[in-house]
């Protein structure tokens, strides 16, 4: 259990606007729209607290910049998709992150009635991978 963290706090990225080309509908991959990105970053804050290291914590631009590049990236059809890749290279890109809780919404979706969005919220762990 050496490897295992002694504290678990939370890094929270929140309300991140990005415009994206994903969805079922022809005109959402044409046209495109904003996606709405909120981050949970599970991390031992501890180290970098008590050392005012930034390498012993995370640089927020990093993270960000992974989801604009899923956001602004290929196309997929569903918003599950999309947020399971801003999880997984989360996870990838930044070892020191040992779980992320990823919520993802379609700011104005394509639907009939009045809405202010659509949102999925997936959370997975470096066990879960």
Do not use: W
């Not at 706090?9 to 415009?19: E, M, S």
């Not at 005109?27 to 008590?50: C, K, R, W, Y």
């Not at 914590?57 to 569903?78: F, H, M, Q, S, W």
């Amino acid at each position: 259990m050496a490897n295992q963290p002694s504290h678990t706090d939370t890094i929270r990225v929140k309300n991140l606007r990005f415009y994206g080309r994903h969805g079922i509908l022809p005109e959402e991959n044409t046209l495109g729209q904003h996606f709405l990105v909120s981050l949970a970053l599970e991390i031992d804050l501890q180290p970098a607290g008590t050392s005012d290291d930034l390498e012993r914590g995370i640089d927020y631009r990093k993270v960000i910049e992974i989801a604009k590049g899923v956001v602004e990236g290929t196309p997929v059809k569903l918003l599950e998709t999309v947020a399971e890749k801003i999880a997984e290279r989360t996870l990838e890109d930044c070892p020191q992150v040992t779980a992320v809780t990823v919520e993802l919404g379609k700011a104005n979706p394509p639907i009939d009635v009045d809405c202010s969005g659509i949102f999925v919220e997936i959370r997975r762990t470096r066990a879960q991978r």
